[in-house]
């Protein structure tokens, strides 16, 4: 049996080894992530999670770990921007407002998949002209839903949240764990990891 992160997020490679996961084999999906005309954005995250967990070839009794992160701002779905445009867009319209940050992981085995989604509120304030100018100029919004990351400069944007602050960042440790007990995967069962 190998474990297979298939995700070629580093965020997702560190949160798992906070579980002190490391996996055995890291394969980026490679899917079409384009939402279908009118999908919400919680079952938008979900399909895709469970659509990246397909898309990893593994041997049946390989465990498959896949994740989607997705912004949603009402019905809006914000994905990863194209470009610094796109990424001064999304800024502008979570700048002063409430938004969910919505995480689903697939958790593959053979046939079967285990999924769990998990949505947090986040409360961004007002950016100044200023705040937008340096945060896009530093370019830590590549690769992030939304366009930005809690867990970079970011994290001075947002004053509140509530839900799971690993599955803002990428993946929920919490849920994740559970999904991995029910599989049969038990994490905490090895050896702890001296942490400073
Ligand atoms: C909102 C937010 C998202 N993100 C990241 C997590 C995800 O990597 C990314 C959303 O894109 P995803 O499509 O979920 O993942 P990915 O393309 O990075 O990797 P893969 O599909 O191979 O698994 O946004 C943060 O790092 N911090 C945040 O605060």
Known sequence: MAFILGSGSPRRLDLLAQLGIVPDAVRPPEIDESPH?????????????????????????DLVLCADTTVALGRRILGKPADEQEAAAFLQALSGRRHRVITAVALKKGERVWEKDVVSNVRMKRLSDADMRSYLAAGDWRGKAGGYAIQGAAGAFIPWISGSFTGIVGLPLAETANLLQAAGHCPWSAPAKETT
């Open 37 to 61: 005309k009118g999908e919400v954005p919680r079952s938008y995250c979900c399909r895709i999670a469970r659509e990246k967990a397909q898309a990893v070839h593994a041997e049946p009794d």
